[in-house]
């Protein structure tokens, strides 16, 4: 209770720093475009293809509706370990280790970033605008299986976070390739399993399961078939999850410091 | 002396070298990650044009999946986020030592942008370049249209890694800006990906939107080199197309230069 309690303190400190730049409208602004800019580009290809098959863009706004709020929400909480191998370059996190509480809610509580929320507005709204053109009938299994989807979404890209954060502790630096896994997750989340050689299937199923999470429950949501996949999100998230803190644990111990 | 003053930026590169060397798990994990984005991106542009109809595309299904591959084999050139070090020098005070060098300050580093762009190539593109050229058919790595073509691609890389540099160095430059720095670094990134041919070939656009798009300064990063090699640019056209590469470096140079001086100006290093 304490550390949640401690969590929320550092969220509000966040904030307050955040406020002192006067243009933080902007950031959320920015945000807003930056995330509307990311799916023009899917969207291009589908003017210039046409439907791919019965998948048609709107289709691929659902999913990337779904994606977008999770990935907003687990950038607004778990900005901390995305910038965590900056820290460890410039010796930071020593100071976090001299702490009495946990290294993984003080470099959770690093960053806040409110401003991530007009990611979410976005996908939020995307999943308004895409169920509205494709007729979806809304019931609560729907809903909760979309919930279901964005927590098991937060928690994949959370996973991914901490576990390049505990790269870190050997490679001492920032590893760009963490974009191939988080933003650019985005556009790829998009495209219609069905038409995927089996390998990528298995791998985004599997290894890093972001189907689970989108793809397979937005099925659901529109033909209502049922397939085990569309609601395991949670708990594959939860798995990850549980897996990324193990790694972190265990990386954590062949920290040095680089002393500056 | 004066004929030696290259020497310093050699030695700069040298220095990002042994540097990136040293961080041999960084690599690892950057050529993983590049096969793994490779492969699905490529399934993606085969998935398109399997399902989708392709009347409308001027390309074939074999130069798009090349484009993908290039992205790929490209991405440690691409300025996204701009010079990460360079912001951590400006925030910690370091800056300060850097201002005392008998170096000019912009080409500095400058020459530390542009030795990662050519170290991320030669250590981590290498292997990516390999693996797409010897995957089977659908999912192969085209060689060059002739090899005119590729010694002009070669030329026109170049640029585009010096071009790349120069807008790294812009990005980074607004970071000095505490209060508008984030957001302008965001507006740029998603500008970057989206024209700069890596979420799609510019080729699959009607003839007219891509020329056009191809006249802003992003499209010189990738689309232009990638598709010189492809032959969707026509080598009698890529010298136009190269001038345009150059263009944009230069008044982007001169930019960057000038907010260089304006922030030096009225420098406020912070201390510890």
Redesign the interface.
């Known amino acids: 209770m304490n550390s949640i309690k401690l969590y929320f303190k550092y969220a509000i400190m966040n904030i307050r720093c955040k406020m002192q ?3 933080w409208p ?2 959320l ?3 807003m ?2 995330s509307v ?2 799916f ?3 969207r ?2 589908f003017m ?6 019965d ?1 048609t863009a709107s289709h691929t706004l659902l999913v990337f509706g779904v994606a977008n709020t999770a990935f907003g929400i687990s950038e607004w909480i778990f900005r901390g370990f995305a910038e965590f191998p ?1 820290q460890i ?2 010796g930071l996190f020593d100071k976090i280790l001299l702490r009495p509480r946990t290294a993984f809610l003080q470099v959770m509580g690093e960053r806040f970033q409110f401003e991530k929320a007009g990611r979410v507005i976005v996908g939020v709204s995307c999943i308004v605008i895409a169920s509205d053109t494709l007729q979806i009938g809304w019931d609560i299994t729907s809903l909760l299986v979309v919930v279901g989807a964005i927590g098991g979404g937060v928690l994949i890209y959370s996973s991914v976070m901490v576990i390049f954060a505990s ?1 870190s502790f ?8 963490v ?3 988080t933003n ?1 997750s985005l ?2 989340a998009q ?2 399993f069905h ?3 089996n ?2 299937k298995h ?2 199923t599997f290894v890093f399961p972001i189907a689970i999470c989108y793809y397979y429950p937005v099925l659901y949501i529109i033909n209502k078939d049922i397939n085990v996949l569309s609601f395991i999100a949670l708990p594959v998230g939860l798995l990850f999850f549980s897996l990324s803190t193990v790694v972190w644990k265990a990386c954590i111990k062949h920290y040095h410091s680089t002393g500056s | 002396m004066r004929k030696l003053a290259i020497f310093p930026y050699i030695s700069l590169f040298k220095m990002k070298l042994i540097n990136t060397l040293a961080y041999r798990a960084s690599s690892w994990s950057m050529i993983l990650g590049g096969a793994f984005y490779g492969v699905i991106q490529t399934s993606i542009m085969l998935a398109f044009f399997t399902y989708g109809n392709t009347s409308a595309i001027m390309m074939t299904q074999t130069q798009a999946v090349s484009h993908m591959w290039m992205v790929v084999i490209l991405y440690g050139i691409m300025p996204f986020g701009g010079n990460i070090r360079l912001y951590d020098k400006i925030a910690s005070g370091l800056v300060a030592y850097d201002l005392c060098r008998p170096l000019d300050l912009y080409w500095n580093w400058y020459t530390t942008s542009i030795s990662t762009s050519l170290t991320n190539l030669l250590i981590r593109s290498s292997p990516i370049l390999l693996l797409a050229l010897l995957l089977p058919s659908p999912y192969t790595l085209g060689l060059p249209v002739s090899f005119a073509a590729f010694l002009i691609f070669v030329v026109s890389l170049i640029l585009a890694i010096i071009l790349a540099s120069t807008i790294s160095m812009l990005i980074s430059l607004a970071y000095v800006n505490a209060d508008m720095g984030l957001g302008v670094s965001q507006f740029i990134y998603s500008l970057i990906v989206l024209f700069s041919g890596d979420l799609f070939p510019l080729s699959i656009l009607p003839n007219a939107f891509a020329s056009i798009i191809r006249l802003l300064p992003f499209a010189g990063l990738k689309d232009i080199p990638v598709s010189i090699y492809l032959g969707l640019i026509p080598i009698s056209k890529a010298l136009y197309y190269m001038a345009i590469q150059l263009f944009w470096t230069i008044i982007l140079v001169v930019l960057g230069r000038f907010l260089l001086r304006r922030f030096t100006k009225k420098i406020i290093i912070q201390g510890g």
Not at chain 1, 48 to 53: A, C, V
Not at chain 1, 170 to 177: C, D, H, L, N, P
Request: glycine fraction near 10%; proline fraction near 4%.
């Open positions: 730049y006067k243009q902007f950031y602004l920015g945000t475009l930056t800019i990311e023009l580009g899917v291009i290809m210039r293809f046409g439907d791919l098959g998948w900056n370059r410039k790269i050997f490679t001492v630096g920032a590893i760009s390739v974009y191939i896994f650019h556009q790829y495209i219609p038409t995927m050689p390998m990528i791998v985004l």
